[in-house]
């Protein structure tokens, strides 16, 4: 089971905001960072750290992190957002251990 | 830029072992980052398999530790996965990435950037 826990689904309707979450204990301690996955493709990252985005990610991404809780944002979703989006960071047990939260399916309606 | 690129045998038969290399161009193995193995059931969510540093320290997935050995060949610029005793539950995409890491002010935080584009290893007799 995954020590980051995420919604499996959420909708957003065309040019609405929308906020996925990732919960887990190690978020205390630990920035998340966030990949968007296609179909068929590799993780790309989106956010990581407090809120970078790395080169060529729309400014529409942005991240947040309060408590055991972090969030990737989306303002002003389009089409080609529609993904899965996974969380990352480490466990809660402090050997430097990575984990991924089980996804969240992004559909823009 | 950095590039990886995952190689190896895509069938490998239940009980064998899987075999995997990442070629690192663009950069050295041996700046600071570690690197990592992530693989991808068919339909299903990632799954962290476990890092490498270039000094050779490595930290493993607990679900997967007793199967598996990540090293390092500095002289070829690339890293390698092995998995033992496989089963049709190991069938996957598997990717290797960059992970880089930053702690500021208390809190830390990596990621993983670039990715390999994969290569998906069945099981299958």
């Known amino acids: 089971s995954s020590e980051l826990t995420q919604d499996p689904a959420v909708s957003v309707a065309l040019g609405q905001t929308v906020r996925i979450t990732c919960q887990g204990d190690?978020?205390?301690?630990?920035?998340a960072s966030w990949y968007q996955q296609k179909p068929g493709q590799a993780p790309v990252l989106v956010i990581y750290?407090?809120?970078n985005r790395p080169s060529g990610i729309p400014d529409r991404f942005s991240g947040s992190s309060s408590g055991n809780t972090a969030s990737l944002t989306i303002t002003g979703a389009q089409a080609e957002d529609e993904a899965d989006y996974y969380c990352?960071?480490?466990?809660?047990?402090?050997?430097?251990?990575?984990?991924f939260g089980g996804g969240t399916k992004l559909t823009v309606l | 830029q950095v590039q990886l690129q995952e190689s190896g045998p895509g069938l490998v038969k239940p009980s064998g072992t899987l075999s995997l290399t990442c070629a690192v161009s663009g950069g050295s193995i041996s700046s600071s980052n570690w690197w990592s193995w992530v693989r991808q059931p068919p339909g299903k969510g990632l799954e962290w398999i476990g890092e490498?540093?270039?000094?050779?320290?490595?930290n493993y997935n607990p679900s997967l530790k007793s199967r598996v050995t990540i090293s390092v060949d500095k002289s070829k610029n690339q890293f390698s996965l092995k998995l033992s005793s496989v089963t049709a539950a190991d069938t996957a995409v598997y990717y290797c990435a960059r992970d880089q890491g930053y702690c500021s002010g208390g809190s830390c935080w990596d990621w993983f950037d670039p990715w390999g584009q994969g290569t998906l290893v069945t099981v299958s007799s």
């Open positions: 750290g407090k809120n």
């Open positions: 490498i540093y270039h000094s050779g320290s490595t």
């Open positions: 190690s978020l205390r301690s630990y920035y």
């Open positions: 990352n960071s480490r466990d809660s047990s402090g050997n430097h251990l990575g984990v």
